[in-house]
């Protein structure tokens, strides 16, 4: 029985027809290819978020080298923000590293994204520094923010 707060587990290749639907509706830039490398690569856990019976989010990590991990992907549906399921998503996510022995977790994000900055700040997330011109818009360069978590 699924709960309120949803529930998660690993990605199988079975969910690759309801990831690239999510991914769609939502322009989240991945195609089926990479969607399937990351769930069949053995350096990479893909967490699903499950509510009501409905794919409605996934984490995307990896890149353990050392005692660290970077999380590359984290996506909520729409509907279904500001309701903590983002921070769910996260821990479990990070849960599986932990039991793996990282010690701590990466992430980069665009200057702009103010959503996401908040977010992580909240969860434990320090900058740590930034990269110039990192990202390509049609119009300009955007920097890049590093952050990292202690696992």
């Known amino acids: 029985m699924l709960r309120d707060s949803g529930?998660?587990?690993a990605?199988?290749?079975?969910?690759?027809?309801?990831?690239?639907t999510l991914n769609l509706v939502n322009d989240l830039r991945l195609n089926v290819t990479?969607?399937?490398?990351?769930?069949e690569d053995d350096l990479t856990h893909f967490t699903l978020l499950i509510l009501?019976?409905?794919?409605?989010?996934?984490?995307?990590?990896?890149?353990?080298?050392?005692?660290?991990?970077?999380?590359?992907?984290?996506?909520?549906?729409?509907?279904?923000?500001k309701r903590g399921l983002g921070e769910k998503l996260l821990t479990d996510n990070l849960y599986f590293w932990r039991g793996k022995g990282?010690?701590?977790?990466?992430?980069?994000?665009?200057?702009?994204?103010?959503?996401?900055?908040?977010?992580?700040?909240?969860?434990?997330?320090?900058v740590d520094g930034f990269r110039p011109n990192y990202y390509l818009t049609n119009d300009f360069r955007e920097d890049a923010i590093l952050m990292?978590?202690?696992l």
């Open 7 to 9: 529930d998660t587990r």
């Open 11 to 20: 990605a199988v290749v079975d969910d690759c027809k309801d990831l690239a």
């Open 34 to 39: 990479q969607i399937r490398k990351f769930i």
């Open 52 to 81: 009501n019976e409905k794919l409605k989010g996934f984490a995307i990590s990896g890149g353990f080298v050392a005692d660290e991990i970077t999380l590359m992907h984290i996506f909520i549906s729409p509907d279904q923000r």
């Open 102 to 126: 990282a010690k701590r977790c990466l992430l980069e994000l665009r200057m702009s994204n103010n959503e996401a900055k908040n977010f992580y700040t909240k969860r434990g997330f320090t």
């Open 148 to 150: 990292s978590l202690p």
